[in-house]
């Protein structure tokens, strides 16, 4: 989908391409600047009160009443994907993070010490490039690569196409490393086993209340670099007193993906998942 | 700017029920977002103009009620509005609440011709 105009033409839509494959691009995808149209929009605020309205009217419009969860939609293949997982007993983590937290750096390590040990699954998300697929092929790990194009974040129909391309075993784990982006994902299920947030020392400690959606829906918070601490301005109890402020059950993890430290609590954990 | 995903669920549903109700196109939407939700009203208007170009909805009247927030402590059962999801308890200061209101994000109704 194009993230300028909403059209779904081909080129701006979602590729779900293994390392490899090749894109082909059919023409140019062009935005015009039409009439400027005005938007009407009223804001009712409500005090609790429940009030019918009279929809009659003199034309012969109608009202249909829907009452319809506008997410239900990617609720719905969410839940497929959650089933077959299940049935596959497939652990399926959902990484989610601000661009250069270090999720691929977290991720590479992971797979570099554990591949031998666990069969693992890669679904790699952004919105350009093959770059992170190209990592993680490269460490003969199956892989399977969206661009989302404009979009900003993975939605369960792009996930369900990249896992029927992936062909996976039974009992393995699926890592799905969404765009980095601490908003949009938060609101998107894609039918993850359990949604991991990554946040790095150097972002700040007060991220968690300035984006608490992420946090609020994440399961495991794993707080990377921190081989950078005592160069950063940041105290990571509070940092972890502010994620806790927004979901008291977060579960943490403290650990460099560059030097290997504290990443052994986090492996043992992924390996008799909770 | 995940507003014009729900933006485009928005349009999906209303021509799917326009469709539905044999009409030819939307004349007035109802929304509901509570303030929970994780939509910025803000952002939803600005998407909306491009994402119901040439749909069902272009040129409907569009009507968001707005639901406040709402919480109930886990540990006093004390009922509390709330304006952030990390909003504590008012009365013993815990974290741990249930949201009683103000997740929501539908379309509530549709007048069609």
Redesign the interface.
Known sequence: MCGTCGCGSENNGPKILKPGEHKHVHGDHHHHQEGHAHSHATHHHHDGHVHTHDHSHDHKSKVLIIEQDILQNNQVLAARNRGYFEAKNIFALNLVSSPGSGKTTVLERTLTDLKDQIPFYVIEGDQQTMNDANKIDALNVPVIQINTGKGCHLESDMVFEAVKKLEMQNNAILMIENVGNLVCPSMFDLGESKRVVIISTTEGEDKPIKYPDMFHTSDICIINKIDLLPYVNVNVQKLKDYALKVNPKLQFFEVSATTGEGMQAWYDWLKIPS | ??E??????????AED?TAK?K?KKV?KIE?QVGVLS?IE?DSL?F?????V?STVL??A????????GKGKCVDCDTEFEME???D?CPNCGS??KGILKGKE?????????
Do not use: P, Q, R
Request: aromatic share 6%; with cysteine; net charge negative.
């Open positions: 700017m995940h014009l995903s729900i933006a485009l669920g928005i349009v999906k549903i029920e109700a009409a004349t929304l994780g009203i208007n998407v909306w103009e491009s994402a170009k272009e040129n009247e569009k009507v968001i009620d707005i639901i406040e952030n999801i990390y504590c974290n741990f994000l539908s379309v509530k109704a549709l007048e069609v011709i």
